[in-house]
């Protein structure tokens, strides 16, 4: 199976470093999703939430306020200003919900309907 290996960075430290099967971005002009072998670019991120879909076909999703993306045929590294897991395997999912929320309401000059973003964010509770 293909992969591609994902990086995400925050003025905080690394918070994901592996090998996945695709990444959806919440991109300035809307989402997209990147593949292995995709063609490099260099993208701006808004708020959103990332999609992460692992070898083991599960997924994980991160909230995000906004960043950076550079993309290479075999690689994904995201420099991310502020982020939120969706996918806490402990009983810290609902708070993390509650601050992705706040999270993405701060972000107060954005041209992205926050209502659709929060639907997003409420069915990982």
């Known amino acids: 199976m293909e992969s591609l290996r994902l990086s995400i960075v925050t003025p905080t430290g690394q918070i994901y470093n592996d090998n996945v ?3 959806t971005l919440p991109g300035k002009e809307g989402e997209f999703g990147v593949l292995p072998r995709h063609a490099s670019l260099v993208s701006s991120l808004g708020v959103g939430v ?3 879909e ?3 076909k599960t997924s994980e999703a991160i909230a995000i306020n906004w960043g950076y993306a550079s993309i290479e045929e075999d690689c994904v590294s995201l420099l991310i200003d502020s982020a ?3 996918s806490d395997k402990d009983s810290t999912i609902s708070s993390n919900i509650q601050k992705a929320k706040e999270l993405v309401n701060s972000v107060h000059n954005s041209n ?4 659709s973003i929060e639907a997003k964010i409420s069915s990982f509770g």
């Open 84 to 86: 939120v897991s969706l």
């Open 112 to 115: 992205v309907s926050i209502a």
């Open 50 to 52: 990332i999609i992460i």
């Open 21 to 23: 099967t695709t990444v």
């Open 54 to 56: 692992k070898l083991d």
